[in-house]
């Protein structure tokens, strides 16, 4: 199985910040590769697909990028509405899997 | 607009099975494929399998050899996923999420809520 391994686990940041989080993967996965967001209590949502690609209604505030085995989310102009846990999944191959997840916190 | 609305909570005891479901509207249900991700408790995204609206084929995670059916009613819009044998680390929260209908690579694009499965003696 490919192994996502995202860094950091957990991020403190301020209203304002950018941030980047990375994922790598454990061999090449071209750019099959997605960002999600998941709040408390909530299921996840969509952000970006190929690394880069941004689902319809995503704000520009969110950027990916990466191709084989490194793979960044950038986040902009943190607002409070963006601390939550994000996670990245592989889907190069069979079975797909995801990073640990990292949670983003209000400093 | 895409919704996919999950059954509701279920309670079951360790060896019996338990079967969710994941109602889909708003699109072509077989142009798509569904795929069923689960989290435990303060855990993090677990990939379970997918199966595709179109023609049935199926892909599931190795780490459920023969425990895990997943299927679809075209005439309801439905996606099911079955889980027997049920341990108590089944204890999760799981979600069915739409993929596109390819036979591999399939993104993720909208999920369902979730359905909270404990598993308890």
């Known amino acids: 199985d490919i192994q996502m391994t995202q860094s950091p686990s957990s991020l403190s940041a301020s209203v304002g910040d950018r941030v980047t989080i990375t994922c790598r993967a454990s061999?090449?996965?071209?750019?099959?590769l997605a960002w999600f967001q998941q709040k408390p209590g909530k299921a996840p949502k969509s952000l970006i697909y190929?690394?880069?690609s941004l689902q319809s209604g995503v704000p520009s505030k969110f950027s990916g990028s990466g191709s084989g085995t490194d793979f960044t989310l950038t986040i902009s102009s943190l607002q409070p509405e963006d601390f939550a846990t994000y996670y990245c999944?592989?889907?190069?191959?069979?079975?797909?899997?995801f990073g640990q997840g990292t949670k983003l916190e209000i400093k | 607009q895409v919704q996919l609305v999950q059954s509701g909570t279920e309670v079951k005891k360790p060896g019996a099975s338990v079967k969710v479901s994941c109602k889909a509207s708003?699109?072509?249900?077989?142009?798509?494929?569904i795929t069923w991700v689960r989290q435990a408790p303060g855990q993090g995204l677990e990939w379970m399998g997918w199966?595709?609206?179109?023609?049935?084929?199926?892909n599931y995670a190795q780490k459920l050899p023969g425990r895990v059916t997943m299927t679809t009613d075209t005439s309801t819009s439905t996606a099911y996923m079955e889980l027997r044998s049920l341990r108590s680390d089944d204890t999760a929260v799981y979600y069915c999420?739409?993929?596109?209908?390819?036979?591999?690579?399939?993104?993720?694009?909208?999920w369902g809520q979730g359905t909270l499965v404990t598993v308890s003696s």
């Open positions: 999420a739409r993929v596109s209908d390819d036979d591999y690579n399939q993104k993720i694009d909208y």
């Open positions: 708003g699109y072509t249900f077989t142009s798509y494929g």
């Open positions: 199966i595709s609206a179109y023609n049935g084929n199926t």
């Open positions: 061999q090449g996965i071209s750019n099959f």
């Open positions: 190929a690394a880069s």
């Open positions: 999944q592989q889907y190069n191959s069979f079975p797909y899997t």
